[in-house]
């Protein structure tokens, strides 16, 4: 079992940038894939970032390419996302996740989840 907990999450102006954290548990080491995903009032869940644990690959879905920025610091089982030029359509709670599957970095139904960080930017 992967337990984590987010932070980060704050009220920010457009333009502006935020860095999240997940602290995850030592259980990390039993997982392929970290990532983060976004889920606004009245929308679907969406992938922002995902990194393959494995080799360090990191992964992006087109809207958050270059604004996104997806790490790890294996010594504290820490993920990071750094968001930069925040948009208002950006606002969202964001979720860490973890999956044990060798395809995890094409799925969006992981398995462990956080309780997630309230983002809200405002332009």
């Known amino acids: 079992l992967v337990e984590s907990v987010e932070s980060g999450g704050e009220p920010v102006q457009e333009g502006g940038s935020l860095r999240l954290s997940c602290a995850a548990s030592?259980?990390?080491?039993?997982?392929?894939?970290m990532a983060w995903f976004r889920q606004a009032p009245g929308k679907e869940r969406e992938g922002v970032a995902a990194?393959?644990?494995?080799?360090?690959?990191?992964f992006y879905p087109d809207p958050m390419k270059g604004r996104a920025s997806i790490s790890q610091d294996k010594s504290t089982n820490t993920l990071y996302l750094q968001l930069n030029d925040l948009k208002p359509e950006d606002s969202a709670m964001y979720y860490c996740?973890?999956?044990?599957?060798?395809?995890?970095?094409?799925?969006?139904?992981?398995?462990?989840w956080g309780h997630g960080t309230q983002v809200t930017v405002s332009s």
């Open positions: 996740a973890a999956d044990p599957r060798a395809d995890c970095y094409s799925r969006n139904d992981f398995t462990y």
């Open positions: 030592d259980d990390t080491h039993a997982s392929v894939c």
């Open positions: 990194i393959y644990l494995v080799d360090g690959r990191p």
